[in-house]
């Protein structure tokens, strides 16, 4: 494509059917013509913008929704707007002509690529699981809930089937991909389904039993409805949250106890599922005050808590937690217990006795710990280490300087594999850097969707207040939190550590019923995304390789606007001389999880594999500690 573009489309999702569908923010967009040249960009080679009609205005808030249909010779484009309980109202359409079709939608051209055979990714397309069939002895729960588990982060046997979804946290995304998934994997039309945004898991699988046994009158109906939407000029069968997606929760400016809060991490999830399993009723919201239990049903939950979080959650727990965020308090210190950790070193997959093989050190990510690698190691050959290095206090540099002995204890001078998605990314460099400075072997740094901000961040006060009026925003909207904050006190602060305290301090001072392990969480997020923003990369001789994606999430580019811009190698070209850059898609979030990890696993594989043949041709040792 010829021409630039300014805007950043938003969240993507390929479709069975082959289409392609995006939801953009309109603040994003400058004009029409720029929204259809970035998706024809993304998705057919050498596209170009042909006959366009207007129908609307271009909104300047809100969120918009883009439709590409291949067709041969190039595709059609509509961009469309949400109005609530109208639906969709078509704003502009137009035909993009092209060459080839490519195999997978990129953000652009990589500056520099490297000679590796490894450079070419296997191509990565949104996966579902394989056509249901009902002699295959799964039933249509089992294959049900094991969708919306995957979809909704629940473990299969922790989803109360009793529940609306909604309460149990589900979010627009997560009910698209629901939705593509049963559609695909049971073979059913694609509907309209208002009435499901409240239902149960239950009551889904009563409308997808009726959907597998009526379908001749369900085909009908969603003909009508297509039908339908052609004659209101709305896009047929538009997977968007109008449909099966339930709006996720609005905060407003009220109590806690007030707002039915869904959970919003995995200790939270566990004990939210946990409470309806066992008591047969749903808490509601995390900061509702739970009733009190009889003694049976509280030493039920309590067994039932220490068996799926692998610690002890006491009787005494049960009944000293008023809410299901005080509960998950006692949950969440163990639910990563079951794996090994020494010091800052978690063994996520220890080598074996005797073995040789390479590790493949993995650093956390910003606000995460490295149980995040987990889908990315079981894509891994069976007797692949894995050594993950958790968070160390103080700057980058100075965490870089803390892991270094601990690399060394485990691999000596190497090879060494380093990788780290987000922030992680970022501490692998740093630890190359020093490990190379001192004669080690590093073959290769993975950065996963580690990127530099495209725009100079700006160190002012007024850029500081700005920001935190921004977190102000998402404080409100996530947590329900309505604070005043000290603008210029956060202004005037002589680092980012010491606006963070000032903001932990009042926090504390204000009584808040967020929980310490989500504070903490948002702490560590934001020192290390700020960390990204300012960080010195200095520069670097050995190879690299950037995964990467299409966009960092919605939420963090709306906190900083700097991330919604992104060069086309990620901000390292300048830094490090053997860049190789492989674009995978997805969005940020969803590189690290299944279908995306697959292709930084397969390219991990290749070159795990020609270290090992290397290193076999030329007798090297390997590290000392297994």
């Known amino acids: 494509m010829s021409n630039e573009t300014?805007?950043?489309?938003?969240?993507?999702?390929?479709?069975?059917?082959?289409?392609?569908?995006?939801?953009?923010?309109?603040?994003?967009?400058?004009?029409?013509?720029?929204?259809?040249?970035?998706?024809?960009?993304?998705?057919?080679?050498?596209?170009?913008?042909?006959?366009?009609?207007?129908?609307?205005?271009?909104?300047?808030?809100?969120?918009?929704?883009?439709?590409l249909v291949p067709h041969l010779g190039g595709a059609s484009v509509q961009v469309f707007r949400q109005a609530g309980a109208a639906g969709f109202i078509l704003l502009f359409e137009a035909v993009v002509s092209t060459g080839a079709a490519l195999p997978e939608p990129v953000v652009a051209a990589p500056v520099e690529r490297s000679t590796s055979p490894m450079e070419e990714m296997p191509?990565?397309?949104?996966?579902?699981?394989?056509?249901?069939?009902?002699?295959?002895?799964?039933?249509?729960?089992?294959?049900?809930?094991?969708?919306?588990?995957?979809?909704?982060?629940?473990?299969?046997?922790?989803?109360?089937?009793?529940?609306?979804?909604?309460?149990?946290?589900?979010?627009?995304l997560m009910a698209v991909r629901i939705k593509n998934r049963v559609e695909y994997e049971f073979d059913i039309p694609q509907l309209q389904l208002q009435a499901v945004r409240d239902a149960s898991l239950r009551e889904v699988e009563k409308y997808l039993r009726y959907a597998i046994e009526n379908r001749e009158e369900v085909?009908?109906?969603?003909?009508?409805?297509?039908?339908?939407?052609?004659?209101?000029?709305?896009?047929?069968?538009?997977?968007?949250e109008s449909e099966i997606a339930a709006q996720a929760p609005q905060a407003a400016p009220a109590a806690p106890s007030d707002v039915d809060v869904p959970p919003r991490d995995a200790a939270e999830?566990?004990?939210?599922?946990?409470?309806?399993?066992?008591?047969?009723?749903?808490?509601?919201?995390?900061?509702?005050?739970?009733?009190?239990?009889?003694?049976?049903?509280?030493?039920?939950?309590?067994?039932?808590?220490?068996?799926?979080?692998?610690?002890?959650?006491?009787?005494?727990?049960?009944?000293?937690?008023?809410?299901?965020?005080?509960?998950?308090?006692k949950v969440r210190e163990h639910l990563e217990d079951g794996i090994k950790i020494d010091g800052l070193v978690r063994t996520l997959r220890a080598r074996p006795e005797g073995s040789s093989a390479v590790p493949v050190f993995v650093f956390h990510p910003a606000g995460g710990s490295t149980v995040a690698y987990e889908p990315l190691l079981k894509r891994l050959?069976?007797?692949?280490?894995?050594?993950?290095?958790?968070?160390?206090?103080?700057?980058?540099?100075?965490?870089?300087?803390?892991?270094?002995?601990?690399?060394?204890?485990?691999q000596g001078d190497g090879p060494y594999v380093l990788y780290g998605w987000s922030f992680g990314g970022a501490l692998a460099y740093a630890v190359a850097q020093r490990l190379r400075a001192e004669g080690a072997d590093v073959r290769i740094v993975g950065l996963i969707d580690t990127v530099m901000p495209g725009e100079k961040v700006e160190d002012t006060p007024e850029e500081t207040r700005r920001r935190w009026q921004r977190y102000a925003a998402f404080a409100k909207k996530t947590y329900n939190l309505d604070y005043p904050l000290p603008y210029d006190k956060l202004a005037a602060a002589e680092s980012d550590e010491a606006q963070?305290?000032?903001?932990?301090?009042?926090?504390r001072m204000s009584g808040t019923r967020i929980p310490g392990g989500i504070i903490e969480h948002q702490r560590n997020s934001w020192l290390e995304?700020?960390?990204?923003?300012?960080?010195?990369?200095?520069?670097?001789?050995?190879?690299?390789?950037?995964?990467?994606?299409?966009?960092?999430?919605?939420?963090?580019?709306?906190?900083?606007?700097?991330?919604?811009t992104r060069q086309p190698d990620g901000g390292w070209g300048e830094a490090v001389q053997n860049l190789e850059i492989l674009h995978v898609g997805g969005d940020h979030i969803q590189i690290i999880d299944e279908p995306r990890v697959r292709a930084v696993s397969a390219d991990l594989i290749k070159k795990l594999a020609l270290i090992e043949v290397d290193l076999e041709s030329h007798g090297r040792e390997r590290g000392s500690r297994a």
């Open 123 to 172: 191509e990565v397309v949104e996966s579902f699981g394989g056509r249901w069939d009902s002699s295959s002895g799964e039933s249509l729960e089992e294959r049900l809930g094991q969708i919306v588990a995957e979809s909704m982060g629940y473990a299969p046997e922790d989803l109360p089937a009793e529940i609306p979804l909604i309460e149990l946290g589900l979010d627009s």
């Open 381 to 410: 050959p069976a007797g692949t280490p894995m050594y993950g290095l958790e968070r160390a206090a103080g700057s980058l540099d100075e965490r870089a300087a803390a892991y270094l002995p601990l690399v060394r204890e485990i």
């Open 269 to 329: 999830r566990l004990t939210f599922a946990s409470w309806a399993v066992v008591t047969g009723k749903s808490a509601k919201g995390i900061f509702t005050t739970l009733p009190v239990l009889d003694d049976d049903t509280a030493e039920r939950l309590a067994a039932r808590l220490t068996e799926r979080a692998g610690g002890e959650v006491s009787f005494d727990d049960i009944l000293d937690s008023e809410t299901i965020e005080q509960l998950a308090e």
């Open 529 to 564: 995304y700020r960390a990204i923003q300012t960080a010195d990369l200095g520069t670097y001789d050995g190879d690299v390789v950037l995964y990467l994606t299409d966009s960092y999430q919605d939420d963090l580019m709306d906190l900083e606007p700097s991330f919604r």
């Open 219 to 240: 085909e009908a109906l969603a003909e009508q409805q297509r039908q339908e939407k052609e004659s209101e000029q709305a896009p047929a069968a538009l997977p968007a």
């Open 500 to 507: 963070i305290q000032i903001l932990m301090d009042l926090l």
């Open 6 to 67: 300014s805007c950043t489309l938003g969240a993507y999702v390929p479709l069975p059917d082959g289409r392609h569908a995006w939801e953009v923010q309109a603040s994003s967009a400058t004009d029409f013509g720029a929204l259809v040249t970035a998706a024809g960009a993304q998705v057919l080679a050498d596209s170009v913008l042909g006959a366009t009609v207007t129908h609307g205005e271009l909104p300047s808030d809100g969120s918009l929704t883009l439709t």
